[in-house]
Structures are given as structure tokens and as C-alpha cells.
């Protein structure tokens, strides 16, 4: 499991000693990026959603409890670090939430990475247990898990236009536009959307039907509501036509 992470600080050097540990000590912790202020962290963050912020306290303009009010809301876990053992610390300790004292000890590190990684795990298991319900009561707006990383992002079944095979991988491209390749096979994703409208017109292309704009005779293909072409073979033509007229009656 890897650990999407961001180090805020706005000292280089305590920035660069941490990342370094990290490193060494931690591998499951993969950094996406530093900030120095709570200003580039609020950015930072919306770019690049992380799983583990490591927080500095004490910053100038605003310390790091102004970032997590800016936020409110958030869905990271949070390790404080701080050179100070004050006030701030025994808030922490009410808390009940991790915290390292500079400088850094490698020790204390893994141990805070440790107690995180297992929250952000149980997290991860509740968003598919939940899902796996919306599915199971809700079938009539199934909700497809995509392995992404070390993350799973949900996606409604008829936002999804259509899936181009690549040896082991799967190209998925959605109406929004957005793309994305999972480490699953067409065979496999045939087989789980089938019965929601997709067909097989090509060995590496499925289309969601309800994308279908039209059969181009010409050059043997669909034309999909993004404008693409797709091909259709010539052994799977006369099934996908009849599948497209029997997908249209119903809408």
C-alpha cells in the first residue's frame, strides 16, 4: 500500500531532513510534493489530493492549524511536526492525534506512519463496503470500482463511453472526458458490463451502447457522442446491429 503524502513546512531544511527519512525509513510513503506556506499547501492539496499531510505548527503568517481551518472538511490524515512541545502539544494529545517532535527521529516516524497507514486502510475498506451496498440495493444505478494506484475511484456505469483494450491494460474513457488506464483486461470488463449495454465491436474495443450515435455503413464503424469512430469486425457486425436496435427500443 502506498501512502499519497505532502510535507508542509516553511523551513527548506526541515522540509528536505523529513523527505530524506521518509525515504530511508518509510518506502510505503510516496511524496507528492512540499509547500511552504499554508497558502501552496491549500493549492497543493486541490491539485493533488494526499492521503497524509505532515504539518508544521509553527509557521509564519499563519501556523498549520490555520491550513485545517481554510479546509474544514477534509479526508487526509495528519501527522503534526513541531520543534515546540507546548500547548499546541497537549491539544494534540486530547486529540488523540499523531505527532513528532524536531528533530525528527526515524523511530518516532515509523511508529506515526505505522498508526496512520492502518486508519487509511480501514478508510479505503469502508468506501468499498459502501459501495458494495449501493450496489447491492441500488441496482438500477450500478457504480463500477477502477483500481487507480493505490486507490479505488468509483465511477458511475453509464458515464463511462467506452473500454479499448491493451494487452493486460484497459484504456477507460469517460463522458466528461477524462481517461484512465486499469490494470485489468477487456475480457474482464466485458464480462462485468454486458448486462448494462456494453458490446464487444472490436477484439479491443466495448462501447457503451447508449453512447452509440450512429452505424457509419461506409467504413464499418460506430460513431459515439464524443465524436469518435470506432471500429466494428466483421464477425461481430451482425451482433452488434442487433443489439444497438433492441438498446434504442429501450430508450
Known amino acids: 500500500m502506498q501512502i499519497k503524502s505532502i510535507i508542509v513546512d516553511d523551513e527548506k531544511h526541515g522540509r528536505e531532513n523529513l523527505a530524506g527519512i521518509l525515504r530511508e525509513f518509510c518506502p510505503e510513503v510516496s511524496l507528492l510534493g512540499e509547500a511552504d506556506s499554508v497558502e501552496a499547501a491549500l493549492s497543493l492539496i486541490r491539485e493533488q489530493p494526499p492521503d497524509l499531510v ?4 509553527e509557521m509564519p503568517r499563519a501556523n498549520g492549524f490555520r491550513l485545517l481551518e481554510h479546509l474544514q472538511n477534509f479526508s487526509f490524515e495528519v501527522i503534526f511536526v513541531t520543534a515546540y512541545d507546548n500547548y499546541a502539544i497537549k491539544a494534540i494529545r486530547f486529540s488523540a492525534a499523531d505527532y513528532i517532535l524536531k528533530p525528527v527521529n526515524h523511530n518516532d516516524l515509523k511508529a506515526a506512519v505505522k498508526k496512520v497507514a492502518e486508519r487509511i486502510l480501514q478508510k479505503q475498506k469502508n ?17 463500477i470500482g477502477l483500481p487507480d494506484g493505490d ?21 477507460i474513457y469517460f463522458e466528461n472526458g477524462n481517461h484512465m488506464l486499469v490494470a485489468k483486461t477487456l475480457v474482464e470488463f466485458e464480462d462485468l458490463l454486458q448486462e448494462f449495454g456494453f458490446a464487444r465491436t472490436h477484439k479491443t474495443h466495448l462501447v457503451n451502447l ?33 443489439q444497438l436496435k433492441r ?3 429501450k430508450q
Open 247 to 249: 438498446s434504442h427500443k
Open 54 to 57: 505532515f504539518l508544521d505548527i
Open 151 to 171: 486507490q479505488i475511484q468509483f465511477s458511475e456505469v453509464h458515464k463511462i463511453i467506452r473500454c479499448q483494450g491493451e494487452g493486460n491494460y484497459t484504456h
Open 210 to 242: 447508449k453512447h452509440v450515435k450512429s452505424y457509419i455503413k461506409t467504413e464499418n464503424s460506430v460513431k459515439l457522442s464524443n465524436n469518435e469512430h470506432i471500429p466494428v469486425s466483421r464477425r461481430r457486425k451482425e451482433n452488434v446491429l442487433e
Open 127 to 143: 468506501v468499498r463496503m459502501k459501495q458494495l451496498y449501493h450496489n447491492l440495493f441500488q441496482p438500477g444505478s450500478p457504480r
